[in-house]
C-alpha cells in the first residue's frame, strides 16, 4: 500500500503544490481507495491556502462535503478508464480536477486539486451559490468573501491544471514503485530472500545474469564437463563453486588451480602429485589434485595459459580417468568432475595451434559466457549495495549510504576490472569514509572521476547536430549525452525504461542523468 504520508515531504510534489496554489489559488488534497482524506486538511491548525476552502472547513460539517466529492470520484473512477476528470463539487458551479492513482491495475486513491469556478460562470450561478453556502452554515460576508478569492478559469486553463494534477498523481506512482523496488532489493540482498537476484554467492537481476542463473540450474545436476568464458573479474570462480555446491558432488572436494601461476613442471606436480625421489626436493610423496579431488570437483583456471604437453596430459584425464604422477611408473584412477575457465580466445589459439582442439571438445560440453560488468550495468547499483553492507558490517560500522553524485560516477565508469574492481573500490571508500554515513564523489579513485564515459547510442540510427565544438571534450560530450536523452524522452514518451534499453544504459543511470540535465517534465513544469 502507498505510505500517504510520506507524500508531503516529497520535494517536487509540494513544488507543484505551490505552483498549483500560485496559478489557480487551489488546495492539492489526495485520498486513498477507500475515500479517506491523507493530505494534512483535516489536522488541526492546518493552514488554508484557498479561502472558499477554509471557510467550508469553518463550517460544521464542512469536511463531510469534500468527503461526499471524493467518494463520488472514487465511484466514477471505478466505472471508467479515464486518468483525470474535470468533476462539480457538492457546492453547485465549483468544479475541481481529480487524478487517479493505480498501481499494476488497482486503484489505491485519487488526488485532487480543489476548488475553482468557470470563467463561464453568470451571476445569477454566482448568487446560487452563495445562497447554498449561508444554508450550509456560512456567514453572507464569508460566502461573497470566499467567492471573490476563487480563481475563474478558461477551458485552457482547466487543460493545464489536468496536466499538472496528472503529473503529481504520476509522482505518487513513481514514488510508491521506487520505494517497492528499494525494499525488494534490500530484501533479495538479505541471505534469506536473495534467491531471486543470487544464484548462491553471485548477485545480479539484468537479464544476462538470470539466463546464467537458468543455465546453471540445468547444468549443476549432470556430469558434464563446463567451460566458462569471460574476463579478469567477472566471477569465473563464484560459477564454478556454484555448480559444485549444486551437484550430487557437493559433499566431496571443490578444489581450484590458477593453471598460469606455475610453469609446467610446478603445474605438472600441483595438478598430478609426484613421488618420492622424484626431483630433488621430492622428499616424499604428494597426491596431486586430481587424487585430492576424487568424487568431486576440480577448477582449472586460466587454462588457456597451459601448455601444448600439459593439455595431453588433461586430455588423458578427462578421457580415461587415469593420471601419471611425476616420478610413477603405474597410473592412478579418477573420479573428477572438471570445469575449466579462461579469459583467452580458445578459437583463435585453436588457429594457430596454441590450443588442442580435442581438448576443446571435451572441457567445452557445456559453455558458460560471462558478460562483464559494462554489460550488465543494471547489476552495478544492487552489488553496491551488497558489498557496501559486506564490508560496513565487517568493520561494524553502521550502514552509509551514497550520495547521488557518488552514484551517477559509479553507474558511469566502465569497470574494466568488473565485479572485482567494483569490491574493491567499494571497500576503498568505506574505509576512506571514516565516521561519516555518506559516501562522496571525491571519495572514489582518480581513474573513475577522471574517466569520460564514451556516449552510446539508441537505435533510431539518428544524428544529432548543432554540437558547440567550442571548450573542452568533456563539456561536448555532456551536450551530446543531454541531447540524446532530451530527444529520446520525447521519442519514447519519457518512458524512461524503455529508453534506457534503447540507449544501453541502466534506468538508474538514467534517471540520474535525467535530473543532472533538467530533463524531467515533471520538475520542469515545478520550476517553471
Not at 505510505?3 to 515531504?9: F, G, L, Q, S
Not at 480543489?114 to 449561508?134: A, C, G, H, N, R
Amino acid at each position: 500500500m502507498i505510505n500517504w504520508k510520506e507524500m508531503k515531504n516529497l520535494h517536487v510534489i509540494s513544488k507543484l503544490e505551490q505552483i498549483l496554489n500560485k496559478w489557480y489559488g487551489v488546495e492539492l488534497l489526495w485520498a486513498d481507495s477507500h475515500s479517506k482524506i491523507q493530505s494534512s486538511h483535516l489536522d488541526k491548525g492546518y493552514e488554508f491556502k484557498n479561502h472558499f476552502f477554509k471557510v467550508q472547513m469553518g463550517m460544521s460539517i464542512g469536511h463531510e462535503y469534500i468527503q461526499q466529492d471524493f467518494e463520488k470520484v472514487s465511484a466514477v473512477f471505478s466505472d471508467v478508464s479515464d486518468q483525470t476528470i474535470v468533476f462539480e463539487s457538492f457546492f453547485k458551479h465549483i468544479k475541481f480536477v481529480a487524478s487517479k492513482v493505480v498501481v499494476d491495475g488497482e486503484f489505491l486513491g485519487t488526488v485532487m486539486a480543489y476548488p475553482f469556478v468557470s470563467d463561464s460562470i453568470t451571476d445569477e450561478e454566482k448568487d446560487e451559490l452563495i445562497k447554498q453556502m449561508v444554508d450550509c452554515g456560512a456567514s453572507e460576508s464569508d460566502a461573497k468573501s470566499a467567492f471573490s478569492h476563487l480563481k475563474k478559469m478558461s477551458a485552457v486553463d482547466v487543460e493545464y491544471l489536468e496536466e499538472l494534477v496528472e503529473l503529481v498523481s504520476e509522482e505518487i506512482i513513481e514514488f510508491h514503485e521506487e520505494i517497492s523496488k528499494r525494499e525488494e532489493r534490500i530484501n533479495e540482498l538479505n541471505s534469506e530472500l536473495g534467491d531471486k537476484y543470487r544464484y548462491h554467492m553471485m548477485i545480479g537481476k539484468s537479464k544476462k545474469m538470470q539466463q546464467i542463473y537458468r543455465l546453471l540450474e540445468k547444468v549443476s545436476s549432470s556430469e558434464a564437463s563446463v567451460f566458462i568464458q569471460g574476463e579478469n573479474g567477472t566471477g569465473k570462480e563464484l560459477v564454478a563453486k556454484a555448480i559444485h555446491y549444486y551437484s550430487p558432488r557437493k559433499d566431496n572436494m571443490f578444489l581450484a588451480v590458477n593453471c598460469s601461476a606455475f610453469n609446467d613442471n610446478l603445474l605438472d606436480s600441483e595438478l598430478f602429485g609426484h613421488m618420492k625421489g622424484a626431483f630433488t626436493g621430492a622428499i616424499k610423496d604428494k597426491k596431486g589434485l586430481f587424487e585430492s579431488a576424487n568424487g568431486g570437483t576440480l577448477f582449472l583456471d586460466e587454462i588457456g595459459d597451459t601448455s601444448l604437453s600439459m593439455q595431453v596430459k588433461l586430455l588423458r584425464v578427462l578421457q580415461e580417468g587415469t593420471f601419471l604422477p611425476v616420478g610413477a611408473n603405474s597410473p592412478k584412477r579418477t573420479d573428477v568432475r572438471i570445469i575449466a575457465a579462461t579469459n583467452k580466445n580458445i578459437k583463435e589459439m585453436m588457429q594457430k595451434g596454441e590450443f588442442r582442439e580435442d581438448l576443446y571438445y571435451r572441457i567445452n560440453v557445456i559453455n558458460v559466457n560471462l558478460p562483464g560488468l559494462k554489460d550488465r550495468s543494471e547489476d552495478i547499483p544492487i552489488l553496491m549495495d551488497h558489498f557496501l553492507k559486506k564490508r560496513c558490517d565487517e568493520m561494524g560500522l553502521p550502514l552509509k549510504t551514497f550520495s547521488k553524485k557518488c552514484m551517477e560516477k559509479m553507474l558511469d565508469y566502465h569497470w574494466p576490472g568488473n565485479v572485482r574492481e567494483l569490491e574493491n573500490e567499494i571497500e576503498r571508500v568505506v574505509v576512506l569514509a571514516g565516521d561519516d554515513k555518506i559516501i562522496t564523489p571525491d571519495l572514489l579513485s582518480p581513474r573513475i572521476l577522471e574517466a569520460v564515459g564514451s556516449v552510446r547510442g539508441g537505435s533510431s540510427g539518428g544524428m544529432v547536430s548543432g554540437i558547440n565544438t567550442n571548450g573542452t571534450l568533456k563539456a561536448a560530450l555532456e551536450e551530446l549525452e543531454s541531447i540524446m536523452i532530451r530527444e529520446g524522452l520525447k521519442r519514447c514518451n519519457f518512458n524512461k525504461s524503455k529508453l534506457a534499453k534503447e540507449l544501453g544504459v541502466s534506468r538508474a543511470s538514467l534517471i540520474m542523468k535525467v535530473d543532472k540535465y533538467g530533463l524531467d517534465k515533471r520538475k520542469k513544469a515545478a520550476n517553471e
